[in-house]
Every structure is written in C-alpha cells, then in structure tokens.
C-alpha cells in the first residue's frame, strides 16, 4: 500500500512541470549567470550584513567582469509594541525591506526591478545590552533573509531569459 502511495505521488509531481532551478550545480548554467552578477556597495551596518551575505551566495570573483551589477538600497525599521501599563514598550519589530535592481553592466539597463523584505520580533528586556544585542541579531536573520530572497528572484530572471526550466524556489 505504502509502495503504491508512494508511486502515485511520484508520478503526480514529475507531471507538474516543476524542475529544479540549479540542474548542474555549481557548473550549471544558472550558477555561472549568478557568479556574473557583481553586488555594488551598500551603505550602513545594514547594508554591510546584506552585501556580504549576497556576495557569499552570488561568489562573483574578485576582479573578473560582471555581466551584471545589483544595486540595492535598504530601509531598516524598528517599532516598539506591546505596551504595557507604565507605557514602556515590551516587544519590537524589526523590519528589513530592499529595492533591488539587477543592472545590466554593458547597456546600464535595468533588467530585474524588484523588492524583497523580512521582519522578527525582538522581547524588550530589562537588560539595556540585551535588548541591542537581540536587536542585533535579528538584522543578522533579516540580512540572510532578505539576500536570499534577492538570490533567488535574480536566479528566477536568470533562468526566464536563458531558457532554461525553473521551478519556483521556497519562499516565492
């Protein structure tokens, strides 16, 4: 019984159309079009966290042409809620939202427009140091975040305009 449940749902998805977006690998096509993409600098801690977590994922050589270039400019935002009775703040919400533009470097057109953005709840503690280093730490997830989503719209472009089959990444 379990052999046949197993049959027909591997016979439904391979029906779906869905294909893996990185077939190849690291020497697959999608790969090498994300290694052409050069990140452009992007001002504050913020935007420190956000170009290295790209180029950690993008591993555009130093030195070499980019085909492409991606600007990005970020909007880092800190509200507090949950208010208790004496009015101090108890929790707060860190946003992290990203315009990006995948740029292409010979023509200076702007091939892919799009944006990307995350949030985490952060408790607000008694401890001064402990509430900015919670803080801290939720720009780091929203950093990872948010670059891989930038990643992954870029490698959906790069995979509509070489023709390749893509599927869907999660989170999209």
Known sequence: MRRTAALAAALALAGCGLHPLYTGGAGGPIAQSL???EVAPIPGRD???VRNALADRLQHPQGAPAHYRLEVELEDNIAGFG?????AVTRERRT???RFRLIEAGRGTVVLDAT???DAGVDVVGSEYATVAA???ALEHLATEVADQIV???ALYTA???GEPAATPQGQ
């Open 35 to 37: 290694r052409s993409v």
């Open 47 to 49: 935007g420190w966290l």
């Open 83 to 87: 208010i208790r009775s004496d009015d």
């Open 96 to 98: 992290l939202r990203a």
């Open 116 to 118: 990307a953005g995350s």
């Open 135 to 137: 803080e801290q730490t």
């Open 152 to 154: 992954s719209r870029v």
């Open 160 to 162: 509509r305009t070489t």
